[in-house]
Each structure stands twice: as C-alpha cells, then as structure tokens.
C-alpha cells in the first residue's frame, strides 16, 4: 500500500546455512549486488537494510551511494545491532549524511514504537493459532 518494492540482485540466491543466517555471497554476487544497490539507492527515497550474515552487518551501502540519494531520504539500517549495513550508520544513532540523507541506526526500534509492536505481535500470534488449531476446536495439530 506504501508502494514498497522488495529488491533482488540478478543471480543472488536465497540460500541459508544450518544456524539460519544467509550465506556468504561469491565474489561475482557481491558485484551484481553492488551495482544494483548502487542504482536503487540513487531514486530510492526510503531504503530499509536487514541483512546479517553469522551475526554481522555486511556492508551493503557505501557512502557514495548515499551521496547519490536526494536530501530528505532516508536509511533505516535494521541491522545496526551488528554494525550496519550502511557505510554511515552509527550503532544507537541517526545521523545525517552532508547532503540530507538521514540514517537511523537505531539499535532499539521497537521499542520506540511500542503500539505499532503490540499489534504486528498480536497479529502474529492470532495467525500462529490459526494454523496450530485449523478445525478451530481448539486440538492442535
């Protein structure tokens, strides 16, 4: 309803290892990853980065691609717990680029936002139920 667009770069798998964190991309992936990070960023007036590999925050945005980005956009680096995924992003912090760009690096977002955390968990569970108990009467499956 945003007008949200998941993006994939061409080639990248979605393949996870045992301990549930993505795999390391190849040498080739990173490219093709890079190249299109660099071109959505550049019309993207919101970015939102999540990616963790073993617990770390690869970098995925560089400062060039946030001086390429139009003042007033901003980053919301979801995976600053782990040091961020954008060049620029400060753990705990928001920081504004020298062109406008504001990056959350917020290591405590739901928190800031306790209803709207309430409702995603409780529509969370109340979809989990449904699937625990489908006949609705009340056994588990």
């Known amino acids: 309803s945003m007008g949200a667009t998941f993006v ?32 959505q960023t550049a019309w993207a007036n919101v970015v939102v980065t999540t990616a963790l590999v073993r617990g770390q925050a690869p970098r995925t945005i560089t400062k060039e691609m946030v001086a390429a980005m139009a003042p007033g956009s901003v980053i919301v680096d979801l995976a600053a717990s782990g040091g961020g995924n954008c060049e620029l992003t400060v753990p705990g912090e928001r920081v504004v680029s ?8 917020w290591t405590d977002l739901p928190s800031r936002m306790p209803q709207h955390t309430s409702q ?12 625990l108990t489908p006949r609705k009467d009340g056994e588990l499956v």
Not at 16 to 27: F, K, M
Not at 98 to 105: A, F, H, I, M, Q
């Open 120 to 131: 995603l968990f409780g529509t969370n569970v109340v979809h989990l139920l449904a699937l």
């Open 8 to 39: 994939q770069a061409e080639g990248a798998s979605q393949e996870v290892s045992t301990d549930g964190y993505a795999r390391e991309l190849t040498a080739e992936q990173e490219r093709l990853t890079a190249q299109m990070y660099a071109e």
């Open 98 to 105: 020298d062109n406008g760009v504001v990056v959350l690096g």
